[in-house]
């Protein structure tokens, strides 16, 4: 399984973004995706994490009411609606996917197997 995103870049503060990440490959072997962020010098944490198979999900406190996560199973792409971006949101950010039921550990980074390389996000004025 290859995991590849798109749609990184450069917003201002309250703006919005969206990241797409195409799965291929045996994608029957992908259950679980998500994204994580990762700021320059901080470990990697989870934004949000979706099942494909009853998109029970899972959001980070700090991003709740502003980012919605998706997944379009037919194309096998997963997106990431951004919006009111604020300051502390910049850094990489890595699509990720697994195979096994959706779990309490779905947002542990351990759990995941297959990894994009991960588009920039700058928010900045």
């Known amino acids: 399984v290859q995991v590849a995103e798109s749609g990184g870049g450069l917003v201002q503060p309250g703006g919005s973004l969206t990241l797409s990440c195409a799965a291929s490959?045996?994608?029957?072997?992908?259950?679980?995706m998500g994204w994580f962020r990762q700021a320059p010098g901080k470990a990697r944490e989870a934004v949000s994490c979706?099942?494909?198979?009853?998109?029970?999900?899972y959001y980070a406190d700090s991003v709740k009411g502003r980012f919605t996560i998706s997944v379009d199973n037919a194309r096998n792409t997963l997106y990431l609606q951004m919006n009111n971006l604020k300051p502390e949101a910049p850094g990489v950010y890595f699509c990720?996917?697994?195979?096994?039921?959706?779990?309490?550990?779905?947002?542990?980074?351990?759990?995941?197997?297959?990894w994009g390389q991960g588009p920039q996000v700058t928010v900045s004025s």
């Open positions: 990720a996917a697994y195979r096994a039921p959706w779990s309490f550990g779905s947002s542990l980074d351990d759990n995941y197997a297959y």
């Open positions: 490959g045996v994608t029957n072997l992908v259950d679980v």
């Open positions: 979706i099942s494909r198979i009853d998109s029970t999900n």
